[in-house]
């Protein structure tokens, strides 16, 4: 017999599947609370505290590209993938694993992920997503998370690679509050 | 003798202020954790839960104007008045009073406050924010505060009136990731 059901032929030995379908039940989709027990069951919260809620949800909405609120299992492998690329990264500048950087960290470890932002803008990022001037991994993911789908949008409407879009008011609020 | 100390004249009586300086200690100024302290106490998450801490964080981000990422009484006694107005705005369309709203009395509720936006980004925002199609207070105080600042920033950009702005990616990426 083949184990997990029909339907998927190929993944049923992936062990995220695994953890995805036992959560997921019917439907085959996710939504943030299940998310985050499927992050943590899977191991890519890291060692580290769940996510919280507000991180999963912006998760969902970077790859939601139906409009669901919800993320199947191709999104969540996905994501698997592009969350433990950035885990990697920031257990690199988690020297001594406390589960935080610090705002220098912070800029190396964007700036090694290709993110060009100047020093008031890092600024800013640091001052918004830091606690007593710590960043958690949460937080962390949460900047990637944002600045990741933030830069998508921009790029797609920025057609003639200029570095600059002329947003219509309704147009801004859209791109910006849909992450 | 004055109590709450000398260096407030006039503030003395303000029962928002008791709760402030309370928690704020000596230096009078509060971060996210103390501000979801004072809140509560306060009585402005208007009997449902705590804020959540990305609330306050959003709260102090949007009248942060010295970056500091903590907030004076000043600054705490707009913010109460401001809260106060969407709270009653809030109670309005939360007929049961089940502290949740759904995606139409948010369409509602956001047309009543001013934000002219079309059925695709409020949508989306709709989406974003709820859980199971039910919008929660704290997700309500967070999109207006969202949507303040952001429209905030997009008029200060908009200096014409003429309801665009082209954006450099550098400061696309501050604007909105600073809220």
Redesign the interface.
């Known amino acids: 017999g083949v184990p997990g059901g029909p339907g998927f032929p190929g993944q049923v030995q992936d062990p995220m599947y695994q953890y995805f379908v036992a959560i997921a039940g019917q439907d085959g989709q996710i939504?943030?609370?299940e998310l985050q027990r499927c992050l943590t069951q899977a191991g890519l919260s890291g060692g580290y505290k769940p996510f919280?809620l507000?991180t999963c949800?912006l998760m969902i909405?970077m790859l939601?590209r139906d409009?669901?609120?919800k993320m199947g299992f191709n999104e969540f492998k996905e994501l698997g993938g592009v969350i433990n690329g950035w885990k990697q990264h920031f257990i690199t500048f988690d020297s001594d694993r406390s589960g935080t950087i610090d705002g220098m960290e912070l800029q190396r470890a964007l700036a090694t992920m290709g993110f060009?932002?100047?020093p008031?803008?890092l600024?800013?990022?640091t001052?918004?997503y830091?606690?007593?001037g710590r960043i958690t991994f949460d937080d962390y993911i949460a900047?990637c998370v944002?600045?990741r789908a933030?830069?998508d949008s921009?790029r797609r409407r920025?057609a003639a690679h200029q570095?600059?879009?002329?947003?219509?008011?309704?147009d801004?609020?859209?791109c910006?509050?849909?992450?």
């Not at 570095?163 to 309704?170: A, I, R």
């Open positions: 939504d943030c609370e919280n507000e949800r909405a939601d409009l669901s609120g060009r932002l100047g008031q803008t600024n800013n990022i001052k918004r830091s606690n007593h900047i944002k600045l933030l830069t921009f920025d570095g600059m879009v002329t947003f219509q008011y309704d801004f609020v859209q910006v509050m849909s992450i």
